[in-house]
């Protein structure tokens, strides 16, 4: 349990320990709650068996921080077969993708918790481009928007934001330290919406370029 909240911790290296299949289902609830673990190797781990490397899977499907799986090499063709497994490695692969790009581009349909863990991981993108926005996708993202310490051009297109899209746009607009650049483009900006939006703007000192159409 004391791994569970531990953001310090990233690599957590248990290669050739007796891990058995209860230590498995131990590791599967850290990862539940820890979202910063980046690597795990359970090489040599042969102990862990099959119950504990798909009770492994099942948790990592929804696991967006880890970058790095390392299973026992006598059960890594039992991973493959298992439900889950190609999902858990096109999922690090995404994570890995969208954390190491300087620009992305999302659709507000696509944008979900794994999503928003995969950006909070990034230290290098400078350019986010979101279409066919809605209140919902915004809330999530602007979630980490003050985490984004590289930021510079944020595109907003197509959709429509609406009032509590544009207070959550505002608030994350207030944490932002280094966006310089703003596009909304046919978001259906109303006059409310565009009240809340001007709060926030009055404190984004950075801002040189700021386009509404």
């Not at 131990?26 to 795990?40: C, E, F, R, T, V």
């Not at 068996?49 to 929804?62: F, H, P, S």
């Not at 509590?164 to 409310?192: F, N, P």
Request: hydrophobic share 40%.
């Amino acid at each position: 349990r004391a791994l569970y909240d531990n953001s310090q911790l990233q690599d957590l290296w248990l290669r050739g320990n007796p891990v058995g299949e209860a230590g498995a289902e131990a590791i599967a609830s850290m990862l539940q709650h820890n979202d910063h673990l980046k690597l795990l190797d359970l090489t040599g781990c042969s102990s862990v068996g099959q119950i504990g490397v798909r009770k492994l899977i099942a948790v990592m499907c929804q696991n967006a921080s880890l970058k790095l799986l390392y299973l026992p090499d006598n059960l890594k063709s039992f991973g493959r077969a298992t439900q889950g497994y190609d999902m858990v490695e096109s999922r690090i692969q995404w994570a890995r993708d969208i954390s190491t790009q300087e620009e992305v581009v999302l659709r507000g349909s696509d944008i979900n918790s794994f999503i928003v863990s995969a950006l909070r991981l990034s230290i290098v993108l400078t350019k986010l481009t979101v279409t066919n926005v809605n209140p919902e996708c915004i809330a999530k993202l602007t979630t980490v928007f003050s985490e984004l310490p590289t930021l510079k051009r944020l595109k907003l297109w197509w959709g429509h934001i609406g009032s509590d899209g544009a207070k959550h746009l505002a608030t994350a607009l207030r944490g932002s330290h280094a966006l310089t650049d703003l596009q909304l483009r046919d978001c259906g900006i109303e006059s409310t919406a565009m009240s809340h939006l001007c709060e926030g703007l009055s404190t984004l000192s950075t801002l040189k370029v700021l386009t509404l159409s």
